[in-house]
């Protein structure tokens, strides 16, 4: 039996995370024990318990605890946590996801005691080092051992930093192993989708027309801290709802929800706020997010993971950052970089609304990335 301590702590990680203990559950439980721990980076309800009810997750063994601080705090309140349960629980591996500050703070941890680390969503690259995420992912990449790209930009994003394809066994932190192995998201939305459909109430709820509703999220830090930027996403929003006669809605992330009034004019807030045509409702659950992703217009965020949502579902996306990691989805001509830049954002919305039918290729794998992952893990570390 392998020990693997599962580290999450931000909602996108508890989400991914629900694939590979599901793959354990259902196929590997005999050869892996997997252990969950929750630094509490995330820890609203509607950001982390209601995931764990609705996804199945296993409850976590540990929880640290952490909550909101500057990234030096609560990185180090992190790596001080985690490293005290490595000693105690003495894993085989440890099993990361992403590129928050929970991603960099496990896999410091594990490194500086020889713990070899899994990451889980390896050689995304957005190139822009000014993005706390870039820093965590580059640093978490080059302390693993085992590597698990879901596209192909991905692999030859290693390859360029010195990650040698021709490793061979036995691997570890100085010979590295990737893998090209599709995403665990997708796998998440192939096997909730049908689920998901017991929360179609979420539409009358909100009074949502299926097919006649964009969906929005924004989080990113230099959207909602940087005044001009979140100005131009919520004056874009506002002059779209208004000239197209379409609802937004947008299940806010509480990050923007605290910064709104401080950020935008008083002007757009208030027009904002007396905008019949824009809902701002809490976070909502994984399995209501993907009903009011499968059945919109069309979806804006700056959110890694509901980019490639959109994908999934097929629903053409605009990409509310200056760049994305997800190339593919650029390239597929279904998603759009507008930047937080409202010209582009109105022109984005006129080209899909226009725009003939849009393809969605195969480039996600098959629904079975977890699976794949569980047997790696289970040769690597046997
Ligand atoms: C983090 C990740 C980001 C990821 C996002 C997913 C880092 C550096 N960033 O950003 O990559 O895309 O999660 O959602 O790790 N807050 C609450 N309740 C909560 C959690 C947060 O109110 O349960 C508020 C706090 O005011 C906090 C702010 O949101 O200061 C930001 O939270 P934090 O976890 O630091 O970063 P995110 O913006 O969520
Ligand atoms: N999500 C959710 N409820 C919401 C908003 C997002 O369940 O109210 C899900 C979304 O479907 C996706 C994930 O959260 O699976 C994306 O996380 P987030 O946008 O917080 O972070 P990112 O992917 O940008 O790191």
Same mark, same amino acid.
């Given at each position: 039996?392998?020990?693997?301590?599962?580290?999450i702590?931000?909602?996108? $990680?508890?989400?991914?995370?629900?694939?590979?203990?599901?793959?354990?559950?259902?196929?590997?439980?005999?050869?892996?024990?997997?252990?969950?721990? *929750?630094?509490?980076?995330?820890?609203?309800?509607?950001?982390? $318990?209601?995931?764990?009810?609705?996804?199945?997750?296993?409850?976590?063994?540990?929880?640290?605890?952490?909550?909101?601080?500057?990234?030096?705090? $609560?990185?180090?309140?992190?790596?001080?946590?985690?490293?005290?349960?490595?000693?105690?629980?003495?894993?085989?591996?440890?099993?990361?996801?992403?590129?928050?500050?929970?991603?960099?703070a496990?896999?410091?941890?594990?490194?500086?005691? *020889?713990?070899?680390?899994?990451?889980?969503?390896?050689?995304?690259?957005?190139?822009?080092?000014?993005?706390?995420?870039?820093i965590?992912?580059?640093?978490?990449?080059?302390?693993?051992?085992?590597?698990?790209?879901?596209?192909?930009?991905?692999?030859?994003?290693?390859?360029n930093?010195?990650?040698?394809?021709n490793?061979?066994?036995?691997?570890?932190i100085?010979?590295?192993?990737?893998?090209?192995c599709?995403d665990?998201?997708?796998?998440?939305?192939?096997?909730?989708?049908?689920?998901?459909?017991?929360?179609?109430?979420?539409?009358k709820?909100?009074?949502l027309?299926?097919?006649q509703?964009?969906?929005?999220?924004?989080?990113r830090?230099?959207?909602?801290?940087?005044?001009?930027?979140?100005?131009?996403?919520?004056?874009?929003?506002?002059?779209?709802s208004?000239?197209?006669?379409?609802?937004?809605?947008?299940?806010? *992330?509480?990050?923007?929800?605290?910064?709104?009034?401080?950020?935008?004019?008083?002007?757009?807030?208030?027009?904002?706020?007396?905008?019949? *045509?824009?809902?701002i409702?809490?976070?909502?659950?994984?399995?209501?997010?993907?009903?009011?992703?499968?059945?919109?217009?069309?979806?804006?965020?700056?959110?890694g993971?509901?980019q490639?949502?959109?994908?999934?579902?097929?629903?053409?996306?605009?990409i509310?950052?200056?760049?994305?990691?997800?190339?593919?989805?650029?390239?597929?001509?279904?998603?759009?970089?507008?930047?937080?830049?409202?010209?582009?954002?109105?022109?984005?919305?006129?080209?899909?609304?226009?725009a003939?039918?849009?393809?969605?290729?195969?480039?996600?794998?098959?629904?079975?990335?977890?699976?794949?992952?569980?047997?790696?893990i289970?040769?690597?570390?046997?």
């Amino acid at each position: 039996m392998i020990k693997i301590l599962t580290i999450i702590g931000a909602r996108p $990680q508890i989400i991914k995370a629900a694939a590979v203990s599901r793959a354990i559950r259902n196929k590997f439980k005999n050869k892996i024990n997997e252990v969950v721990v *929750h630094t509490g980076q995330h820890y609203d309800n509607n950001m982390s $318990q209601v995931f764990f009810d609705e996804m199945n997750i296993p409850k976590p063994c540990y929880n640290l605890n952490v909550g909101s601080d500057t990234h030096g705090k $609560q990185t180090a309140a992190m790596l001080a946590g985690t490293e005290k349960i490595l000693l105690k629980e003495k894993p085989k591996c440890i099993l990361t996801y992403g590129d928050t500050n929970s991603t960099l703070a496990s896999a410091v941890a594990a490194t500086k005691l *020889h713990i070899p680390v899994v990451h889980i969503e390896a050689g995304l690259r957005s190139f822009n080092k000014k993005m706390p995420e870039e820093i965590n992912r580059i640093t978490c990449d080059h302390a693993s051992t085992l590597l698990f790209s879901p596209t192909l930009t991905g692999i030859k994003n290693l390859i360029n930093e010195g990650f040698n394809p021709n490793n061979k066994p036995p691997f570890t932190i100085d010979n590295p192993k990737f893998f090209h192995c599709g995403d665990v998201m997708y796998d998440n939305t192939l096997y909730f989708a049908g689920v998901a459909e017991k929360k179609i109430s979420i539409l009358k709820k909100n009074n949502l027309r299926q097919n006649q509703y964009i969906l929005a999220t924004i989080h990113r830090d230099n959207n909602t801290d940087i005044p001009e930027r979140l100005c131009a996403i919520f004056g874009a929003m506002n002059k779209i709802s208004k000239h197209e006669n379409i609802d937004i809605i947008i299940p806010l *992330h509480p990050r923007t929800s605290k910064l709104m009034k401080k950020n935008l004019s008083a002007e757009i807030y208030d027009s904002i706020k007396n905008n019949k *045509h824009i809902k701002i409702i809490p976070p909502v659950s994984f399995l209501e997010m993907l009903i009011l992703e499968k059945h919109s217009k069309l979806i804006m965020t700056d959110s890694g993971g509901v980019q490639k949502e959109s994908f999934f579902l097929k629903k053409p996306c605009i990409i509310l950052r200056s760049e994305t990691e997800w190339k593919e989805l650029v390239e597929a001509g279904t998603c759009i970089v507008t930047d937080a830049n409202e010209k582009n954002i109105l022109n984005a919305y006129k080209y899909f609304k226009s725009a003939k039918k849009l393809k969605y290729p195969d480039i996600f794998g098959d629904g079975k990335a977890a699976e794949f992952i569980c047997k790696e893990i289970i040769k690597a570390f046997s």
